[in-house]
């Protein structure tokens, strides 16, 4: 079917940077809304940043000014630019894609990625 594979998690320290990428394989007819997600350890999975397929952007007021959504419509493909980051930017980040598989779907799926870790501490 479809998967979304993610790269480009690790440790940095505070003030870093990081760039994620995240990347849509399988039976995929149209690539619709990209975003990414993070979830900290004891919290909720929280919005980060979004795309539209037309490269509209909204950002998690936390990281507005650090963190960059971008896509490549031809590879499926999003990443996420993270500057200056900070300790309160740790945790698993997930990507997630509305895609349609058919030219007969009717409403995207919603796909997820298997999570990256992001850690930033000194």
């Known amino acids: 079917q479809v998967q979304l594979v993610e790269s480009g998690g690790g440790l940095v320290q505070p003030g870093g940077s990081l760039r994620l990428s995240c990347a849509a394989s399988g039976r995929i007819y149209r690539v619709n809304r990209m975003a990414w997600y993070r979830q900290a350890p004891g919290k909720q999975r929280e919005l980060v940043a979004v795309?539209?397929?037309?490269?509209?952007?909204n950002y998690a007021d936390s990281v507005k000014g650090r963190f960059t959504i971008s896509r490549d419509n031809v590879k499926n493909t999003v990443y996420l630019q993270m500057n200056s980051l900070k300790p309160e930017d740790t945790g698993v980040y997930y990507c997630?894609?509305?895609?349609?598989?058919?030219?007969?779907?009717?409403?995207?799926?919603?796909?997820w990625g298997q999570g990256t870790q992001v850690t930033v501490s000194s």
């Open positions: 795309i539209t397929s037309g490269g509209s952007t």
């Open positions: 997630n894609a509305k895609i349609f598989t058919s030219d007969l779907q009717l409403y995207a799926s919603d796909y």
